[in-house]
């Protein structure tokens, strides 16, 4: 097997967009509402940093799915996933994987909805276009 050229992908133009969410933000609309007004039409979560409240996440148990309704506050320690926009029908649609603290436990889980505490911070990575 030869060289394998990779230059595409070690010269793309990746960009992060920095979102701080206030109080009450709902988190999966204030995503929409970014990727829409800077035109990005693909997206990961890199980062999210803060609290949120009043969220629902799945997750399985075994092979079930369960949801959760969380309503006080809880300190996210890591998100990541992945969002695409489609523009022409105004149609965002993806997930975010949380790993959060409850109780002095860690679980896991993905986000349905969830409101943001104030100066919950996400990163958007994508490719310019």
Known sequence: MGKLDSEYLTNANMKDLEIVLDEGDDILKCIKIAMKQNNISKADIIEMTGKIKEFTVNYFIRTNLKAVDIEEPKEIFKADGEFKYEFARDHMFGRIRLLYNDQGKTFEG?????????????VLRYMES
């Open 110 to 122: 993905r986000l349905q909805k969830g409101k943001a505490v104030q100066d919950l911070k996400l």
